[in-house]
């Protein structure tokens, strides 16, 4: 990261600067897990993949697609992930 | 040594928006013919003209480094070190330092200089920030140059969820310059973590929540008066009730920061009225930890909880104070905590004598956390201008109008406890053969403020807790 700007802390610093990455979650039992394809090569086979394993598993999936690969989701798609589901997949591809 | 100074010569700060800095650009050019001599200059590469080695100093990092408060700045370096300044034009200086190079024939003896651009408001603490050693202690937290940083300083939590100022340390250094007390001096241990907070944490807060320096006086005050024991403040943050902090300004300092006690006193649009409660709230957030949802445990909270903060209206002699009233000399400046639930209303258009007044704000008051509840918590009654008028004009000065209150606000018993009236709610059947107060002695704190126009006033209720009276009460403290 190119620093442009340093802040001042204004907590007691209890805690580190990096903030921590979200815990997995213990289960995915009854949850309902999107499977997003970020619309770049191959990704789509990755996502079949991973949705057959939910599907034995048992786990309810939804699919979504980005519109373009070279631009971030749009709003509207991520409020409609985020409203449908609990846990979230993004294609990795090439 | 610094690149193009003159190990055995001269050095001159100047600005060519200086007209003693034009005046004397005839002796730079003098100097610079008779021996080594490097001119700084501020605003113009192209000034002075006639001299070798102009060093553009728009950054002004040099003058920063020369610490020149007034150009144009005469120094002399002896092996590579400065031995002796001058500043402004003074003739007999210059020669003295220069020799007869410097003595500017057919200039006046003397002309005063201008103020260094490096000392100019606000830019100095910049400079110190690039170019200096800050004494900062806090940890710094980067910033990526395609990212926000109002935005990063919402992803960290900073936030009450209103925008903050990014917390720079240009912008701590100036909020220090509001304060004398030091940086690192301890103010004390917020809650609900109990971390120590320093004057440093103070300010880095101050600057997020938008105040301005010579407010920080101010907040130092509340935040002691916050931390008395006596406030309870972190059973007020972890409450289930409404209330949060209420801060009342009394004395020269509510004028001096240009605090609203007038049109929407309780309203928004003050910079200093805004800023100051919620400089105190962000401290609790970010330094105490009380986050909502967290320790605080709020049902339904007040919009007060952003910031909460008036200064009272002293423009009538004939009245009382609130900080007076509750100890505080003539004179001072003071805070007053008091845990309020949030504004409600009062109206009355039709009261026109004191005694008409009195019984129908005491209709109102009995209304606080609940018509049957008493002793339970305290209030805040804001007299605006028309309401308080009805009482001067009949004489009746604060004590009076406490006094009446404190009388029409008793009620039999029989009438609060619970099931009475076919309501559950009440006072404890051992209430029921005797006269009740509403409030607590002086848990009724009456202030002036508000617009010239409403025959209405204010109540803003307290909480529960203050009914403990030995543990829990509003706190006044003079502000250093």
């Known amino acids: ?31 309902s897990v999107a499977l997003m ?45 985020a409203a449908e589901n609990q846990l979230a997949v993004i294609a990795l591809s090439d | 040594m610094p690149d193009g100074y003159p190990s055995d010569g001269f050095v001159i700060v100047a600005k060519h928006d200086c007209p003693t800095c034009t005046l004397v650009e ?56 400065e031995v002796e300044r001058t500043v402004g ?24 200089g201008c103020g260094s651009k490096s000392v100019e408001p606000g830019v100095h603490e910049t400079l110190v920030a690039r170019y200096g050693d800050t004494g900062l202690k806090a940890r710094t937290i980067a910033v990526g140059e395609w990212d926000d940083p109002i935005e990063a300083c919402f992803e960290r939590g900073w936030s009450d969820g209103l925008p903050v100022v990014p917390p720079t340390d240009e912008r701590i250094l100036r909020m220090l310059g509001g304060t004398e007390r030091r940086p690192d001096e301890i103010v004390g241990n917020i809650p609900p973590n109990l971390a120590p907070c320093t004057v440093e944490k103070v300010a880095i807060n101050a600057v997020m929540a938008g105040c301005k320096p010579e407010y920080m006086p101010v907040v130092l005050g509340v935040l002691e008066a916050a931390l008395d024991p006596l406030f309870v403040l972190h059973g007020l943050l972890c409450t289930t009730h409404f209330s949060g902090p209420l801060v009342i300004i009394n004395g020269p300092a509510a004028g001096a920061i240009g605090m609203n006690s007038g049109v929407n006193a309780l309203g928004q649009g003050n910079r200093a009225n805004a800023t100051i409660g ?25 919009p007060g909880k952003y910031t909460f903060c008036f200064a009272e209206d002293e423009s009538d002699p004939d009245w009382e104070p609130l900080a007076q009233r509750r100890g505080i000399p003539a004179g001072k400046s003071a805070v007053t905590l008091f845990h309020g639930e949030g504004v409600n209303g009062f109206v009355d258009q039709k009261s026109r004598t004191p005694e008409e007044l009195v019984r129908s704000l005491a209709m109102g008051l009995f209304g606080v956390g609940h018509p049957k509840l008493c002793l339970a918590g305290n209030a805040v009654l804001v007299l605006a201008p028309e309401h308080y008028k009805i009482f001067k004009d009949c004489g009746w000065n604060r004590r009076r109008i406490e006094d009446e209150l404190y009388k029409a606000l008793k009620r039999p018993g029989s009438e609060l406890i619970r099931g009475a009236q076919g309501i559950a709610e009440g006072m404890p059947p051992s209430f029921a053969d005797r006269m009740v107060d509403k409030f607590q002695p002086d848990g009724l704190l009456i202030v002036r403020a508000g617009g010239e126009a409403g025959l209405f006033s204010a109540i803003i209720g307290g909480w529960p807790g203050q009914s403990v009276r030995d543990e829990c009460q509003a706190v006044t403290h003079e502000i250093r």
Do not use: C
């Open chain 2, 26 to 81: 005839p002796v730079m050019q003098s100097l610079d013919r008779a021996g080594p001599l490097a001119v700084v200059t501020q605003d113009d590469p192209s000034f002075p003209s006639g001299v070798g080695t102009v060093i553009d100093d728009h950054d002004l990092q040099r003058s920063f480094q020369l610490k020149v408060e007034t150009v144009p700045t005469l120094i002399r370096f002896k092996g590579g070190r």
């Open chain 1, 1 to 31: 990261m190119n620093v442009a700007l340093k802040l001042r802390d204004p907590t007691a610093e209890t805690s580190p600067t990096r903030r921590a990455r979200l815990a997995p979650p213990p289960s995915v039992a009854g949850k």
């Open chain 2, 89 to 112: 034009w003074d003739r007999a200086e210059w020669t003295r330092l220069a020799g007869a190079a410097a003595a500017g024939d057919g200039l006046p003896a003397w002309q005063p």
């Open chain 1, 37 to 81: 394809d970020i619309g770049k090569a191959r990704g789509s086979e990755f996502i079949d993949r991973l949705e057959g394993h939910f599907k034995k598993a048992g786990v309810a999936t939804r699919r979504y697609r980005k519109p373009t690969n070279t631009k971030v989701a749009p709003t509207d798609l991520l409020q409609k992930i």
């Open chain 2, 278 to 302: 919620r400089a105190l709230q962000l401290i609790v957030r970010n330094v105490g930890g009380g986050l909502p949802g967290g320790m605080d445990r709020a049902t339904l909270g007040n």
